[in-house]
């Protein structure tokens, strides 16, 4: 069956007396991979509740939560690391008054605390235990997907292989968790984890990848489609890149990706249009089941879903094709992949005192 998997009818999350009915009838709808998640085409990444990006209101939060939910978004996605704890425990209060069968939802293990040596841990017990701690702080008894988080920095992959995956199985069959995936920024370390493990991986989830100056994920779909995968998408704006206001000062990305996404948000300011609303629109149309977006401000949250519910003008989609001509294009889908990984390194070996995003 293949990833995409459109519908316009209601899906097997509605309720009628819980939801706006018009908002779900107007969300697509994909199969995530080999699983039974058939998910909304925009999902709620729930970083931001952790107060990741700034300070955040944990009451508007709340809000958030249940007007995503409301308005068709039915996948969230969480972590531990997210403000190491907070936005899971945020989350877990918002869906005290959302009914649980509305939505699927994913937590990950393996990436937990500011502190540099104590930052990764993804060793067997810890993987158990990890899942028992995200459950209470979201107050479930099971979640339906559970991730190994950036799986690129374990010591060796041979860990994510032989332990860290044999425990969520563990996990998998206790029935904590339905399914497994793995996450990371570099695409050929996901392919090789689905190669050579004997643990069935459900999904890869990939960020930074499928938008508008880097779409070397698509290399990868025909791989994973075969394979039965389920490829979610975060970050479509590039963890910043891609907005008014640019990337933040740790952002790995080389000068040269920064300038064309910074001389790309001048221009849309000079057409009169939105960046962040390009970018996000430019993500959702490629051929991917769900592509993640995270905000803790309400405004924002139905700014996102607006891409879904209020398609591009013609001036936004004639700004759109020219960003991609003019400063996306020749960028030949540069990354940073091993940038954050050696600073890791180094500053474990005490090579270095300060991290640029690590902390």
């Given at each position: 069956?293949?990833?995409?998997?459109?519908?316009?009818?209601?899906?097997?999350?509605?309720?009628?007396?819980?939801?706006n009915?018009?908002?779900?009838?107007?969300?697509?709808?994909?199969?995530?991979?080999?699983?039974?998640?058939?998910?909304?085409?925009?999902?709620?990444?729930?970083?931001?509740?952790?107060?990741?990006?700034?300070?955040?209101?944990?009451?508007?939060?709340?809000?958030?939560?249940?007007?995503?939910?409301?308005?068709?978004?039915?996948?969230?996605?969480?972590?531990?690391?997210?403000?190491?704890g907070?936005?899971?425990?945020?989350?877990?209060?918002?869906?005290?008054?959302?009914?649980?069968?509305?939505?699927?939802?994913?937590?990950?293990v393996?990436?937990?605390?500011?502190?540099?040596?104590?930052?990764?841990?993804?060793?067997?017990?810890?993987?158990?235990?990890?899942?028992?701690?995200?459950l209470?702080?979201?107050?479930?008894?099971?979640?339906?997907?559970?991730?190994?988080?950036?799986?690129?920095?374990?010591?060796?992959?041979?860990?994510?292989?032989?332990?860290?995956?044999?425990?969520?199985?563990k996990?998998?069959?206790?029935?904590?968790?339905?399914?497994?995936?793995?996450?990371?920024?570099?695409?050929?370390?996901?392919?090789?984890?689905?190669?050579?493990?004997?643990?069935?991986?459900?999904?890869?989830?990939?960020?930074?990848?499928?938008?508008?100056?880097?779409?070397?994920l698509?290399?990868?779909?025909?791989?994973?489609?075969?394979?039965?995968?389920?490829?979610?998408?975060?970050?479509?704006?590039?963890?910043?890149?891609?907005?008014?206001?640019?990337?933040?000062?740790?952002?790995?990305?080389?000068?040269?990706?920064k300038?064309?996404?910074?001389?790309?948000?001048?221009?849309?300011?000079?057409?009169?249009?939105?960046l962040s609303?390009?970018a996000?629109?430019?993500?959702?149309?490629?051929?991917?089941?769900?592509?993640?977006f995270?905000?803790?401000?309400?405004?924002?949250?139905?700014?996102?879903?607006?891409?879904?519910?209020?398609?591009?003008?013609?001036?936004?989609?004639?700004?759109?094709?020219?960003?991609?001509?003019?400063?996306?294009?020749?960028l030949?889908?540069?990354?940073?992949?091993?940038?954050?990984?050696?600073?890791?390194?180094?500053?474990?070996?005490?090579?270095?005192?300060?991290?640029?995003?690590?902390?």
């Amino acid at each position: 069956m293949s990833d995409i998997a459109h519908d316009k009818g209601l899906p097997a999350t509605f309720l009628k007396d819980f939801h706006n009915e018009e908002s779900v009838r107007q969300m697509t709808y994909n199969r995530l991979g080999r699983t039974d998640m058939v998910v909304s085409a925009l999902s709620y990444g729930a970083s931001a509740l952790g107060s990741v990006f700034r300070n955040t209101d944990d009451t508007e939060g709340l809000k958030v939560v249940e007007y995503v939910i409301k308005n068709g978004v039915n996948y969230i996605d969480v972590a531990p690391w997210y403000g190491h704890g907070k936005a899971e425990q945020v989350l877990g209060r918002a869906l005290q008054t959302i009914p649980r069968s509305s939505y699927f939802i994913s937590t990950k293990v393996g990436r937990y605390l500011p502190e540099i040596d104590k930052m990764f841990d993804f060793g067997a017990e810890r993987t158990i235990r990890s899942v028992d701690e995200s459950l209470a702080r979201l107050g479930l008894e099971k979640v339906d997907l559970v991730q190994v988080h950036d799986i690129e920095f374990a010591d060796n992959i041979d860990i994510i292989i032989n332990e860290t995956l044999p425990a969520l199985q563990k996990v998998k069959d206790s029935g904590k968790a339905r399914y497994i995936g793995i996450t990371g920024y570099p695409l050929n370390i996901l392919k090789e984890v689905l190669e050579r493990s004997s643990i069935q991986v459900d999904t890869v989830l990939s960020y930074c990848r499928a938008c508008m100056h880097d779409n070397s994920l698509l290399d990868f779909l025909p791989f994973f489609q075969k394979n039965g995968t389920g490829v979610i998408n975060a970050s479509p704006v590039s963890m910043g890149l891609l907005t008014e206001r640019g990337a933040p000062d740790w952002h790995p990305a080389s000068d040269d990706v920064k300038r064309s996404c910074a001389e790309a948000a001048v221009y849309c300011r000079q057409m009169g249009t939105d960046l962040s609303r390009v970018a996000l629109s430019y993500s959702l149309d490629l051929p991917l089941p769900t592509t993640l977006f995270s905000s803790a401000s309400l405004i924002n949250a139905k700014k996102n879903l607006d891409a879904i519910f209020m398609p591009l003008t013609d001036t936004e989609r004639k700004t759109k094709e020219e960003i991609m001509k003019r400063y996306m294009r020749p960028l030949k889908n540069e990354n940073w992949e091993g940038v954050e990984e050696d600073e890791y390194w180094a500053v474990m070996r005490g090579d270095k005192t300060t991290a640029t995003k690590l902390g």
